[in-house]
Each structure stands twice: as structure tokens, then as C-alpha cells.
């Protein structure tokens, strides 16, 4: 009986080895290019509604043993507008905003991309922050040509942020010194491992105001902007707005649901059937104007996350709300 089991093993093996019994099929597809769903409506004419949604980083997605990775927010967009702008029948793009902001660099990039996008295909943009626009959320909006805010967003936060760690009190308890060889002076500037001189803040402050600056210049640049100069900088103390605070302030256009905007947009078109549509990863799943792309980014912020889960993240100058 013994032989006999050991034989069919014996044949189970060879069966096996002999590729009869193989599939090679991967476990996941790889990441195709952006495809279109209509979530209502209906015509010739297209709105197209694009996610800012999470923290707005430059970094991709990476995935894990039973997910795979995604593009980056930057990517995502980029890919989005491109697809946009070779479709002749899209008339219109609403960006929607859910987001408490993010590096300098990346809310710039995707500001820049949405003003030059407006600017080639000459269809109107608008924003319309759902329940968070802050900081560098805001900053994406102000490409837009108008900015709504549902009733009960957050939006604001005008401003730079640089955080850093100093764990040299942490260190020097545990008795571990720290010991950098350096060609300048300030070539370890804002290390971790000691506090920063008085003037080695000073210079650090001088790049954060000229961020500052250059925020403050998106906001005066914004279509429709009635703001002076001297009023931002005095709404530009880094407080957070609620939506009606934020009409009042004229830093938004008004208050009101997606519903609101896209009517809006249809009848400054001046037309009254349009499909409203998304771009979407084969794979994922809409089923309405108020499904969500899936965040780019941790939709919660922390030193940690953002830098992908390092121990010792590196500082990063941010246009950020962080609570």
C-alpha cells in the first residue's frame, strides 16, 4: 500500500513538471491608461470632474504584496488634462477639492498644469472645495475661474509650514552624540540631530517668505480676485475660514453644492444637457459625482506618512493645514 502511494506522488510530480498543470497568470494587471465613465446626464457635451483629494504630494503610491502602486497626484492630473484637452467634446472641468494642502513643490506643479490647461483649451475651470480646501488646497483652486465651497467646508490656511525634529535632548538621554564632517558651516542646516542657530532660522524664514510671497501672488492673480494687496496679507495670517467666512473675505466666489456648480457651469455654456464624466483606473469603480477617487496620499497627516514612512523624515517646506 505504501509503494503504491508513493507511486501516485511519484506520477502527481512528473504530471506537475511536465508544465501540463502550470498557469502562469499574474496576480494583478498592471496599471492601465485612464479610461472614461459617465456618472449622469446626457448629450454631446462633457464636464469633466478632477479629484485633488489627500494630501497633495509629488510621491507615487506604493503598493503593497496584495495591492499595487498608483501614480502620483501630479501624474494622475497631468494624465487627466492631457486626455481632456484631445477630446473635443469636453466643454467644461470642475476640480474637486478635498484636501488640507501639501508640499510646496506639488501644489504648485498642479496649479501650474490647470492655469495652462484653461489657458490652451479655453474651457471654463472652476473649484468646488468639498469639505477641506486648505493651505495648498486653496492654492490649486485659485487656477480656477470661480470658486465654490459647500456650505460646511474649511478653507484658508494661507501660508508656509516647515516641521523638523530635534532629537538631540532625546539622544543625549539614551547617550548616543551625533557627529557630522561637513564642508560648510550650514551644510547640515536643519538636522535633526541639533537645534538650529539663530541665524541659520533667519535664513531658513527668508525662503518661507518668499514662498509666502509667491502664495500670496496666485490668490491676486485668480480670475475675479477683488482683493487688495494690503486685505490678503491681513487674511493671510494662516487661520482657516469657514466656507461663508471665506465669501465675505472675497476669497471665494460663493458657497454651494456640486449640484449648484454644475448648473452653474452648464448655463454660462448656455447649454442645458451636458454628460458629466470622470477618468478612472481600470479597475476602480463610480458610481456617482460624489465618489471619490481614491486618495493619492494618506488622507491624514503626519511627519511620518508623508515621508513615506521613514523613521527620520526630511523637513519639506509645505503649504499645508495642519490641525
Not at 510621491?59 to 504584496?65: A, L, N, S
Not at 501650474?112 to 469639505?131: L, N, Q, S, T, W
Not at 509666502?212 to 482657516?240: K, Q, W, Y
Not at 447649454?271 to 491624514?300: L, W
Request: include cysteine; aromatic fraction near 6%.
Amino acid at each position: 500500500m505504501g509503494g503504491m502511494w508513493r507511486l501516485v506522488q511519484f506520477l502527481a510530480v512528473m504530471a506537475l513538471l511536465s508544465g501540463c498543470a502550470f498557469v502562469n497568470a499574474p496576480l494583478f494587471t498592471p496599471p492601465g491608461p485612464l479610461a472614461e465613465q459617465v456618472l449622469e446626464g446626457e448629450g454631446r457635451k462633457k464636464i469633466l470632474l478632477v479629484d485633488v483629494s489627500g494630501i497633495i504630494s509629488e510621491r507615487e503610491r506604493q503598493g503593497g504584496i496584495l495591492s499595487r502602486g498608483t501614480p502620483s497626484m501630479i501624474d494622475r492630473i497631468r494624465e487627466t488634462l492631457r486626455k481632456a484637452e484631445d477630446d473635443d467634446a469636453v466643454a467644461g472641468v470642475i476640480v474637486r477639492i478635498n484636501s488640507p494642502g501639501g508640499t510646496v513643490t506639488a501644489s504648485d506643479i498642479i496649479r501650474h498644469d490647470i492655469v495652462g490647461f484653461r489657458e490652451r483649451k479655453k474651457v471654463p475651470v472652476y473649484a468646488c472645495i468639498m469639505g477641506v480646501g486648505a493651505s495648498g488646497g486653496y492654492y490649486v483652486a485659485t487656477a480656477a475661474d470661480r470658486i465654490v465651497a459647500h456650505p460646511t467646508a474649511i478653507t484658508g490656511s494661507i501660508g508656509v509650514l516647515l516641521m523638523k525634529f530635534n532629537l538631540e535632548g532625546l539622544l543625549a538621554k539614551v547617550g548616543v552624540h551625533e557627529q557630522t564632517i561637513k564642508s560648510g558651516e550650514k551644510k547640515d542646516i536643519l538636522s535633526p540631530f541639533r537645534a538650529a542657530t539663530p541665524e541659520e532660522q533667519k535664513l531658513v524664514q527668508e525662503i518661507i517668505n518668499q514662498l509666502n510671497i509667491r502664495f500670496l501672488d496666485a490668490v491676486m492673480a485668480r480670475p475675479h480676485n477683488t482683493l487688495a494687496r494690503s486685505e490678503l496679507e491681513h487674511l493671510a495670517d494662516g487661520r482657516i475660514y469657514s466656507a461663508g467666512q471665506a465669501v465675505s473675505a472675497r476669497l471665494i466666489d460663493r458657497t454651494g453644492y456640486l449640484d449648484d456648480v454644475i448648473a452653474e457651469m452648464k448655463k454660462g455654456l448656455g447649454i442645458e444637457q451636458a454628460k458629466i464624466i470622470t477618468y478612472y483606473r481600470p479597475g476602480s469603480y463610480k458610481g456617482s459625482i460624489y465618489a471619490e477617487t481614491p486618495a493619492d496620499s494618506a488622507s491624514t497627516f503626519t511627519l511620518l506618512n508623508l515621508a513615506g514612512g521613514e523613521l527620520l523624515p526630511e523637513s519639506q517646506f509645505m503649504y499645508l493645514w495642519q490641525p
